[in-house]
């Protein structure tokens, strides 16, 4: 985002899609089921892994590396790793975006990988873009994420650990969505897991009957028939400029899966391009507290999050960190060598 002209008839129209964008999704009755997707504090830095249509919003390469470890201090936490890149390109006089993303979480000694290819389609409209984007890719699952559950050691909830039911499936998944990038503006939403891959659950109570004594005994006889739910999601963010070297970047991110939305509203200072920092509140969470800073092309960040409420009060936080590197696109072009005239030799 950079910063934004003072025209006011630009920003109170800008101001009008983000309100009616938000008013909209509110009113929307989503049905859902069990939670799935990961709700990262550096939402803003990793909005193409939830929408693919921001895939190339900028007129650079950019490849971002996150690290997330929620509810510290539990045994068996989930670990999230993030990764993705994306490019715009130019074809038959259009502007285009791709990219890749990756995630991988891990429960205790069971892990769930998903790779996806991302493309977006870009219109210029004024002083921005309407961004229309799909992608696909595939889940190698070890565990259902939908079934994650606290189990307490301690009637005072002081010590704990995270439970999960196993599965062995390779999926395929597609998911969509719209966006409107502008200099002081961005919006979009998207739906993630459309085709609501279907795979088994196996009966953990089962799993543990099976050893040298029972070698045959079916494992799947009752297990359960699960899927990942859709996600549907709203991210918007705007620029303001405060003074001539500082920006506020008020933004929020709305995220409806499982029954339940989930929101988080941001309030990120950038200083210079070059320092950033902030907080940020989540609906039944807490706070997070984030800082950053920029040095020759690349970022990095770091966010911890103050538990307030839930079972997190029986943690001892969560970490998080990010690393984003971006370059000119014509960065591999070759370069033009000087040369002297002939006439000057």
């Known amino acids: 985002m950079q910063f934004f002209r003072r025209f006011p008839v630009k920003v109170s129209m800008e101001k009008r899609r983000f309100l009616w964008a938000v008013l909209l999704f509110l009113c929307v009755n ?6 799935w997707d990961v ?24 490849a971002s590396a996150l ?18 890149a994306d490019m715009p390109f130019e074809f038959l006089g259009r502007r285009h975006g791709v990219g890749l993303a ?16 991302q493309y977006s389609f870009k219109k210029e409209i004024g002083n921005g873009f309407f961004n229309f984007g799909f992608q696909a890719g595939a889940h ?9 559950q606290f189990v307490a050691d301690s009637p005072s909830l002081s010590h704990g ?17 719209i966006s409107w990038t502008s200099p002081s503006l961005f919006i979009g939403f998207s739906i993630l897991h459309i085709n609501q891959p279907r795979f088994t659950v196996f009966n953990p109570e089962i799993l543990s009957e099976n050893s040298d004594d029972h070698p045959l005994l079916p494992i799947e ?15 918007a963010g705007y620029n303001i400029r405060l003074f001539r070297s500082l920006e506020l970047q008020p933004m929020v991110w709305l995220q409806n899966s499982s029954d339940d939305t989930k929101i988080q509203s941001t309030l990120r200072f950038v200083y210079d391009k070059k320092l950033s920092g902030g907080a940020s509140w989540r609906k039944d969470h807490g706070w997070v507290l984030f800082a950053g800073a920029t040095f ?16 997190g009060k029986s943690s001892k936080g969560s970490h998080e960190m990010y690393l984003r590197y971006e370059f000119p696109v014509d960065y591999f072009k070759p370069k033009r060598q000087p040369h002297k005239s002939i006439r000057l030799l």
């Not at 006889?221 to 991210?235: T, W």
């Open 140 to 148: 190698d699952l070890k565990f259902d994420a939908g079934s994650r």
């Open 221 to 235: 006889s009752d297990s359960l028939r699960s899927s990942v739910p859709r996600s549907y999601n709203l991210m």
């Open 30 to 35: 989503i049905p859902t089921r069990a939670q």
């Open 102 to 117: 990756a995630h991988t979480e891990t429960a205790g000694s069971l892990r769930n990988s998903m790779l996806t290819a």
């Open 296 to 311: 020759k092309g690349v970022e990095l960040g770091y966010a911890y999050d103050l538990y307030t409420m839930g079972f």
């Open 67 to 84: 690290y997330r470890y929620p509810w510290n201090g539990i045994e068996q936490a989930p670990q999230h790793v993030f990764l993705s």
């Open 161 to 177: 650990r995270f439970q999960v039911a196993t599965t062995d499936k390779k999926l395929f998944d597609v998911g969509a969505g």
């Open 39 to 62: 709700s990262c504090s550096h939402y803003w830095a990793t909005r193409s892994y939830t929408n693919p249509s921001f895939a190339g919003e900028k007129e650079a390469i950019r």
